[in-house]
């Protein structure tokens, strides 16, 4: 299991880095092997006001369809439009190429985890 430790985790899989007041945010690796061949995602607008701990994108899979929720709040200011015409780079990719939308970062939710905390998690759930 792939849990980078410059990153921070809601128990809930999604990532995120932060670097200034930006936070790049994806799913870990855990969770795209848990949902098996990503074949389509729905990002948020940029522009878009997000609040931590809500729905603002979705992944489906060839098994469910995921909400992500945001671990931060503030204004979507970028999206990853790569992954419209190639969503399998979340499979490929999760912290790299498979990132999902990035947000000018206003708060912070109160339920993030270190890389520890979160291998704890995503452990129990295996």
Same mark, same amino acid.
């Given at each position: 299991?792939?849990?980078?430790q ?15 007041? =930006?936070? =790049?945010?994806g ?12 074949v389509?995602? !729905?990002?948020p ?9 809500? =729905?603002? &994108? ?6 469910? &369809? ?21 969503? !399998?780079?979340?499979? !490929? ?28 998690? &995503?452990?129990?759930? &295996?």
């Open positions: 299991m792939n849990i980078p410059n990153l921070q985790y809601l128990k809930s899989h999604e990532w995120v880095h932060l670097e200034g007041d =930006t936070a =790049t945010v799913i870990s690796d855990f969770a795209q092997e848990q949902l098996g061949d990503v389509y995602v !729905e990002l607008k940029v522009g878009q006001i997000a609040s931590s701990d809500e =729905t603002l &994108a979705v992944v489906e899979s060839v098994k469910t &369809a995921s909400d992500i929720y945001s671990p931060v709040s503030g204004e979507v200011i970028e999206v990853n439009a790569s992954l419209e015409g190639s969503p !399998e780079q979340i499979n !490929e990719s999760p912290y790299e190429l498979g990132w999902l939308f990035k947000v000018r970062v206003t708060g912070l939710s109160s339920e993030l985890l270190d890389p520890s905390s979160y291998h704890l998690v &995503a452990e129990a759930e &295996a």
